[in-house]
């Protein structure tokens, strides 16, 4: 059995992009037969919120240190390379369901 | 769902911020957003940009405004396109003439509107189109894509 992975979704203001992430995000686990809690937030609460969690995407660029695995899913909320976007994002999420 | 209203606007500008200020006054005189709503798009821009490196490049400037009454995008058509820095990589920029401006009051019950609007902004077809639509016809394919 696998576990929940916890997911924190940010974007610029935790409006518009993370929200359309998240809804993406929801469905590739849905696919991949994993379980995901997810959290949207801002890109500034994400060295705080990391801690909660055991993945981090974001929707923009993100050049901080972070402790936690993290991926960039503009992808997902743009045409533009989105089937690798979805494909790397699956594959992320199944390996940490599966640690 | 509860609809969007659109507000379409011919303008020149510059810079960003004076595409931004012009779609910020028309949301705050059509009642939708607070009169600071152009000033928080601009400071937002300046950390987290918007501009959208698809085929036809746009952007969507927003920001959280606890003032915003309504779920509403006000689109600009430039007379000459502005810079943008991109969303997905903010050293590198993009030039256009087309600006969607979003006012989204709660985006938990607008995400089909906002899922439909990015489905709509990757589409060269469409985005050709109403370039040379005129405003009814842009709002009118507008209500019909995005919702």
């Known amino acids: 059995m696998s576990k929940e992975v916890k997911v924190l979704v940010a974007c610029g203001s935790g409006v518009a ?10 469905e ?20 705080t919120k990391q801690n909660d969690v055991d993945v ?11 402790n936690k695995p993290y991926l960039s899913v503009f992808g997902l909320i743009s045409n533009v390379n989105r089937a690798g976007t979805e494909k790397k994002v699956k594959d992320l999420l199944v390996k940490l369901a599966n640690e | 769902m509860e609809k969007n209203k659109y507000i ?5 500008a510059n810079t960003k911020e ?4 012009l779609c910020g006054d028309a949301l705050y005189q059509a ?21 959208l490196p698809t085929e036809i490049p746009t952007a969507i400037p927003h920001a959280k405004d606890e003032g915003i009454k309504a779920n509403a995008i006000c689109y600009l058509k430039l007379e000459k396109p502005v810079a943008f820095r991109r969303m997905d990589d903010d050293t590198q920029e993009i030039y256009t003439d087309m600006i969607f401006n979003l006012a989204i009051k709660d985006p938990n019950k607008h995400i089909k ?4 609007m990015m489905t709509f902004l990757n589409n060269t077809e469409i985005l050709q189109q109403l ?3 005129s405003d009814e016809e842009i709002i009118a394919c507008l209500q019909e894509n995005v919702g």
């Open chain 1, 17 to 26: 992009s993370s929200t359309i992430a998240q809804e993406a995000i929801k």
């Open chain 1, 28 to 47: 590739i686990a849905k696919d991949a037969g994993v379980n995901v809690r997810i959290v949207k937030g801002t890109i500034a609460e994400v060295p």
């Open chain 1, 56 to 66: 981090v995407f974001t929707t923009a660029n993100y050049r901080k240190p972070l």
């Open chain 2, 8 to 12: 379409v606007l011919h303008g020149k």
């Open chain 2, 18 to 21: 004076e595409a931004l200020q």
């Open chain 2, 31 to 51: 009642g939708i957003t607070s009169p600071n709503f152009a000033q928080l798009c601009i400071e937002r821009e300046k950390e987290y940009p918007t501009g």
């Open chain 2, 113 to 116: 509107a906002l899922q439909n």
């Open chain 2, 131 to 133: 370039r040379k639509q």
